[in-house]
């Protein structure tokens, strides 16, 4: 029987890094985007050939349904979501419309399409939030501190919920930051390798940032996409906290970005009030245990590694752009 994967969100960072690997293990990959005037393909633009695009809406629940009746899934990955923490409060309701709700959209269309089909859903660090116990694990409670948070908790219990309820084979992958040079502008990792490589080229003079001393877990996004599918091979579905179980502030990526390049990030980085949450997360560190034993998943690339390649291929990308 051929394997089909159905991914939601396959223009993101996740989305692709998923649908290059689910291809390397011969899917029939089906991405499903939205109608919309700004669509950005750049990061399939290398796979585009290899895979199918068909048109849905996490808003609308008739679209799901016929999506995953034409497709006949055997896996769907809901990575598609409003994703970037500082957006949510501005737009909180259309974070809820898609973050939230747009899961119980896709359950509900999966449990009449395609029941069957094995589902993971995207859950997020950012639900532990105020932290309750470091490191954060599977049992650890959620407490988080934004709407995309918020979002975040109700999709993974609504995910565990039509588990039990349904007896659907749903996983959720509770990722901690996962970052990579296809991360986009507005994440504050990308925001700094970028913001190096273009200091070093001559092309701006400083960079401003929020809190320095928030502290995170960050991973590389090609090695959590792994999880993702390690997850939907298990005969029994669960809930995975995926991480690196170290944690560094934002100062070390700015830190190590800039020595990437041979500067002093003290020179350079300016903290402004502007890029303040109104409510901070501090510090987030994953547990990935439970991970490694059952799934076998291990990371490949270390922190330092990542800064290094994203700084790398920002310098790489202004060149070309300013060439």
Known sequence: MDKVALITGITGQDGSYLAEFLLEQGYRVIGMTRRSSTVNFERIHAIQDSIELVSGDLLDQTSLISVIRETKPSEIYNLAAQSFVQTSFNQAVLTGETTALGVTRL??????????????????????????????????????????????????WLTVNYRESYNLHASSGILFNHESPRRGLEFVTRKISYAAAMIKLGFAKELR???????RDWGYAKDYV??????????????????????????????LAFEAV??????????????????????LVGDPSRAENVLGWRRDLDFPGLVQMMVESDVKLIKRLHA
């Open 107 to 156: 359950l509900d269309a999966m449990r009449e399409a395609a029941p069957e089909a094995r589902y993971y859903q995207a859950s997020s660090s950012e639900m532990f939030g105020k932290v309750q116990e470091v490191p954060q694990r599977e049992s650890t409670p959620f407490y988080p501190r934004s709407p995309y948070g918020v979002a975040k908790v109700y999709g993974h």
């Open 209 to 215: 940032l929020g809190n320095l001393d928030a502290q």
């Open 226 to 255: 792994k999880a993702m599918w390690l997850m939907l091979q298990q005969d029994e579905p669960g809930d995975f906290v995926i991480a690196t179980g170290d944690t560094h502030p934002v100062r070390d990526f700015a830190r």
């Open 262 to 283: 041979d500067l002093n990030y003290q020179d350079y980085v300016v903290v402004d009030e502007r890029f303040m949450r109104p409510a901070e997360v501090d510090l």
